[in-house]
């Protein structure tokens, strides 16, 4: 199945037609076409930053081939908190002692929109990191030695594959790792020294 070209669907996101991209580049609509088309040649680079300043998206969109699903969905998001309309709603307060007012607040279905799409887009590139954990040398078998420790629902091997995991990840971050347990930590750090030191 053929997948939208990237500048193609950011023109229909944004709502901006193909002929007017080509008046803005100087080129015939022809052109345009040929670049999004089945054949899909490549965008000549020097039309790269004038589509980056259209758009106002960074210039590496416009180089891509493909779109992730991710990137589908932080797209929409982007155009969705670019056209947000606001309206104000009211409503009314009591305090603790009794006096009521009324609370002002702006609103937008748009950025409401946005936030879960925000969400899903956070779910979907999660997705494809793990998805592409496939393309690594045994990366398919520690996936599914992950589905099976899971599966026995064991706490213990789950919490410490968790300690683990938030070892590996925050080991080098500025905030540091802290595990509560002393000992263990130093375990972690001398396994850690040793597979850094071994592979």
Avoid at 69 to 85: H, V, Y
Avoid at 95 to 119: C, H, K, P, V, W
Wanted: proline share 3%.
């Amino acid at each position: 199945m053929e997948t939208i070209h990237p500048l193609k669907y950011i023109a229909q996101t944004f709502q901006v037609p193909l002929s007017d991209i080509a008046k803005e580049l100087g080129v015939k609509k022809q052109t345009v076409n040929e670049w999004v088309g089945k054949r899909r040649k490549p965008i000549p680079e020097k039309h790269i930053p004038k589509l980056a300043k259209l758009f106002d998206l960074d210039e590496s969109w416009f180089r891509k081939q493909e779109l992730k699903g991710s990137e589908i969905i932080e797209l929409q998001r982007i155009f969705l908190e670019r056209n947000a309309e606001f309206y104000e709603v009211e409503w009314e307060h009591m305090d603790e002692d009794g006096n009521t007012y009324t609370i002002a607040e702006a609103r937008s279905d748009e950025l409401d929109a946005a936030n879960i799409l925000y969400f899903e887009e956070e779910k979907q590139r999660l997705l494809e990191d793990i998805s592409s954990i496939y393309d690594e040398p045994g990366g398919e078998r520690i996936l599914e030695e992950l589905v099976l420790l899971f599966s026995t629902k064991k706490r213990a091997k789950i919490r410490m594959l968790k300690d683990v995991l938030e070892f590996l990840a925050y080991h080098d971050h500025e905030f540091g790792f802290c595990v509560l347990d002393k000992e263990v930590e130093e375990k972690l750090n001398d396994l850690y020294q040793y597979y850094t030191k071994t592979r």
